[in-house]
């Protein structure tokens, strides 16, 4: 059974940083590209960025919104996959989501919460 | 990016009756050498993360009920509840994965009138 556990979220003041983890079982993690999606409270799903697997050269990409201030990474050795989120604004707050991604998303954790405000 | 809209913003069915949710891109999501539309559809229950009714635009995910169908192909796109269960209340997500950035529609909120 797929699992992915999501933690690290909490309240952080604007400009501040925080990295979010994922943990993954029961599907093979290094095969797979992972990515991450994130929901504004009451709002609508935003993709975030995504990282390849390392057999696919293990590269990013990320949406518009997020460029240059988060960083996507994996540890294959720990089934884990990372949300560095730096230079934090108040529009960044949601619950963050790891995904299996096959483009579409199949498997879906709880998700975990960041609040950005003073 | 592709745009994604959807419509109606919401809608309330009668239970028993169809429930139909429209989803446009802003441009063609088939992928002609392999015919295949990237469009996925989501279910969002109040207080639950998203879950994946339909992918590849018509290919049910598995356990989902045979009542949900997808349907369309290169920019238009149809969701369809045949027959409206209580327990069908939620929002309802388009999705595109033709290219990054994937993008979502709106969402459709779906009630029981």
């Known amino acids: 059974e797929v699992q992915l556990v999501e933690s690290g979220g909490g309240l952080v003041k604007p400009g501040g940083s925080l990295r979010l983890s994922c943990a993954a079982s029961g599907f093979t993690f290094s095969n797979t590209w992972m990515s991450w999606v994130r929901q504004a409270p009451g709002k609508g799903l935003e993709w975030v960025g995504r990282?390849?697997?390392?057999?696919?050269?293990?590269?990013?990409d990320y949406a518009a919104p997020v460029k240059g201030r988060f960083t996507i990474s994996r540890d294959d050795s720990e089934n884990t996959l990372y949300l560095q989120m730096n230079s934090l604004k108040t529009e960044d707050t949601a619950v963050y989501y790891c995904?299996?991604?096959?483009?579409?998303?199949?498997?879906w954790g709880q998700g975990t919460l960041v609040s950005v405000s003073s | 990016d592709i745009v994604m809209t959807q419509s109606p913003d919401s809608l309330a069915v009668s239970l028993g009756e169809r429930a139909t949710i429209n989803c446009k891109s802003s441009?063609?999501?088939?992928?002609?050498?392999?015919?295949?539309?990237?469009l996925a559809w989501y279910q969002q229950k109040s207080g639950q993360p998203p879950k994946l009714l339909i992918y590849?635009?018509?290919t049910r995910e598995s356990g989902v009920p045979d009542r949900f169908s997808g349907s369309g192909s290169g920019t238009d796109f149809t969701l369809t509840i045949s027959s409206l269960q209580a327990e069908d209340v939620a929002v309802y997500y388009c999705?595109?994965?033709?290219?990054?950035?994937?993008?979502f529609g709106p969402g459709t909120k779906v009630d029981i009138k």
């Open positions: 590849w635009a018509s």
């Open positions: 990282i390849k697997s390392e057999t696919d050269g293990g590269t990013t």
């Open positions: 995904i299996p991604d096959r483009g579409y998303f199949q498997h």
């Open positions: 441009q063609s999501v088939l992928y002609s050498s392999n015919d295949q539309n990237y």
């Open positions: 999705q595109q994965y033709y290219t990054t950035p994937f993008t």
